[in-house]
């Protein structure tokens, strides 16, 4: 089920139920039967493009007090459905992968880029324990396996970032 269903039915529930929002009683926290669907679109709002959901969170907002509001924004309590927290999670994916799908556009356009990382040679394992000076034990270690340690050098600056620009 996507995220834009579950809200969709969130919506409905609170449109069918509109008399337990209406009740003047509750102005700090919704009634019980209509918590999760209130926690999850307030906090689903900000965090996606819909104009509606955005809107709804902001009467929301109004109806309800001010900390109830921030709390649920950052699921505090754990009132927020959970299937909605998931959908909405930002996934970064690995800088491995990231470097893979350029490596792969430059080969295609013939683009003379290198993601800048040393790849180390096949069978080679990097070293957690190099020191970063120059040893000779440190290169002539091998590991368990037979394979021979490397060190890795962090990514080199591009020309714009020498120049300050």
């Not at 902001?58 to 998931?86: C, P």
């Not at 990231?98 to 080679?124: C, M, N």
């Not at 040893?135 to 990514?155: H, Q």
């Amino acid at each position: 089920m996507s995220a834009w269903t579950l809200h969709q039915l969130y919506a409905e529930l609170l449109l069918a139920r509109f008399a337990l929002l209406d009740n003047p009683a509750s102005t700090t926290e919704p009634d019980p039967g209509v918590k999760e669907a209130v926690c999850s679109i307030m906090y689903a709002a900000p965090r996606t493009e819909v104009r509606e959901l955005q809107v709804l969170r902001d009467i929301l907002m109004h109806k309800y007090s001010r900390d109830f509001a921030i709390a649920t924004m950052s699921n505090e309590h754990g009132d927020v459905n959970e299937r909605v927290v998931k959908k909405l999670e930002i996934f970064r994916p690995p800088p491995e992968l990231i470097d893979g799908y350029l490596d792969a556009i430059s080969e295609h356009y013939k683009v003379g880029w290198t993601s800048g990382r040393e790849q180390a040679p096949e069978g080679a394992v990097p070293s957690a324990e190099f020191d970063g000076g120059p040893s000779d034990e440190a290169a002539a270690a091998t590991d368990a396996a037979g394979g021979e340690k490397v060190r890795l050098v962090p990514a080199r600056t591009s020309s714009l970032t020498a120049k300050g620009r």
